[in-house]
């Protein structure tokens, strides 16, 4: 592959020591696609990674496997890349120059790349401190209630990086040793952290994760209580929710598991049914509106911009994003309401406890809205993982039974959800038409991670199935 590279400035972190590189297109113009697609683009991360120009010898070696994690695209002036490659994480951003900065009139606008560790992150620029335990142990001294009057004093963190979301968020947990300042004992802690890159949505969070704490819980549902709010970084703190277990790994039982631990996952399903109905008669409101017309503006212009990457794909995306407003009057016609809502709700975030409680973790997009909308995205989610099955598995007759036991365990969901809410049947509509919108969602995103995957094109479909059901 014909690129230039040309090293510029260096920024050290707590945890990586590389070179900022710039990849010239000047050459290359088809650094776009390049860039999407993990194959080709392995070469030149693994000369990142080891400080080296790439050559031809270096281009044929395997290394350790690249996977695209995460990607955000604005046709014609950027698109970031969030790349695994092995351990590491790397953020690859591309960006266009602007026709004024063209020097011919026809000149073709080529993009040049970046590529930094993702400690470097523009959007989150205190990711290094907050995974450094020496930094995090003198900031939380400062600002634990029990440490700021003197009661206890930590001695060691230990900080440990769980999920990054590229100039999004970041979230770590800390396992902390703190000394009694009377008796000298010394304790042990754990909080997670969950970094932003706004103040003001942290600071919502931390509301409304107090909010949300104090308010009637009901039956089964129970959540994490915020432990501190630390302005200066910004990150919310959140104290554990001890002897859980994922719904998730329960979701991994195949169908033909025994009859026992098939039950297992089913009383979990409706367990999450339970608990998600007890959030949404919650007392607590919020100022934060998650309108369904903006959220539709917004899918329709999504799709419209990855028409411009990929003709066909993109032309399946926008025509179900348009299709999708076509059913808008009738969610009156169904109930529509509005209540405190999760605003991300799928299995992951759910984690199974003792005497038949449930957690739900991950308020970072509650607000108001129709609770529907939590349903029919915890659903797609289940059909999501029952189309993936047809990617992953050579046997049809394997697939058809991990969709028909998918499909079971929606409705044991959807029936235990509304069985506990008392809600009418039209409800079922909604969900759909919401789940219908989730799986545009998902398609989007997967699109974005792969724009040659066969998954966008099968969840598409699969919410055509769910509205013409309506």
Excluded at 151 to 175: M, P, Q, S
Excluded at 292 to 309: F, G, M, P, S, Y
């Amino acid at each position: 592959m014909n690129t230039m590279i040309a090293p510029i400035a260096a920024h050290n972190t707590a945890t990586a020591n590389h070179t900022n590189t710039t990849i010239d297109a000047s050459i290359d113009q088809h650094l776009l696609e390049t860039a999407l697609s993990p194959r080709r683009i392995q070469p030149l991360l693994h000369s990142f990674l080891s400080g080296q120009l790439p050559n031809r010898a270096a281009s044929t070696k395997l290394g350790p496997a690249c996977h695209i994690l995460d990607a955000k695209y604005e046709p014609g002036k950027r698109c970031s890349i969030l790349y695994e490659v092995g351990a590491q994480m790397i953020i690859g951003e591309l960006t266009w120059p602007s026709k004024a900065d063209t020097n011919a009139a026809h000149a073709p606008r080529l993009p040049t790349m970046q590529l930094y560790p993702f400690e470097q992150d523009p959007n989150m620029a205190t990711l290094p401190t907050v995974m450094d335990g020496a930094a995090m142990r003198r900031i939380l001294n400062e600002c634990l209630p029990t440490c700021a009057t003197g009661l206890e004093h930590v001695v060691r963190c230990r900080a440990t990086l769980l999920r990054y979301r590229l100039g999004k968020r970041a979230t770590l947990r800390y396992d902390l040793h703190l000394r009694h300042s009377e008796t000298g004992v010394i304790s042990k802690r754990t909080l997670f952290g969950k970094l932003y890159h706004s103040a003001e949505k942290a600071a919502a969070v931390y509301q409304e994760m107090q909010l949300l704490t104090a308010a009637n819980q009901g039956d089964t549902l129970v959540m994490a209580s915020a432990a501190a709010y630390i302005p200066a970084l910004p990150m919310v703190l959140q104290a554990p929710v001890p002897d859980t277990a994922p719904l998730e790994l329960l979701l991994q039982q195949p169908p033909n598991a025994h009859a026992d631990q098939l039950a297992r996952v089913t009383q979990g399903i409706r367990q999450a049914g339970a608990a998600l109905a007890d959030l949404h008669q919650s007392t607590m409101r919020t100022g934060r509106i998650r309108a369904v017309d903006a959220e539709l503006e917004k899918l329709v212009r999504r799709c419209r911009r990855a028409a411009d990457v990929s003709a066909d794909a993109g032309a399946a995306l926008h025509k179900l994003a348009q299709a999708l407003p076509a059913w808008r009057t009738r969610l009156l016609e169904w109930g529509a309401e509005s209540t405190v809502v999760h605003g991300d709700c799928k299995p992951s975030q759910f984690f199974l406890l003792p005497a038949d409680k449930m957690a739900l973790l991950d308020f970072d997009h509650c607000g108001m809205a129709d609770p529907a909308s939590d349903v029919g995205n915890f659903l797609a989610t289940l059909r999501q993982m029952g189309i993936k099955q047809i990617l992953k598995q050579r046997d049809p007759a394997l697939v058809s039974a991990w969709q028909q036991w998918l499909a079971k365990l929606e409705n044991a969901f959807l029936d235990e959800y509304m069985a506990r809410r008392s809600c009418a049947a039209s409800f079922r509509q909604r969900a759909a038409w919401y789940q219908a919108q989730a799986l545009l969602r998902k398609a989007l995103r997967s699109f974005a991670r792969s724009t040659r995957s066969p998954l966008p094109d099968l969840l598409v479909q699969e919410a055509w199935c769910v509205l013409e059901s309506l």
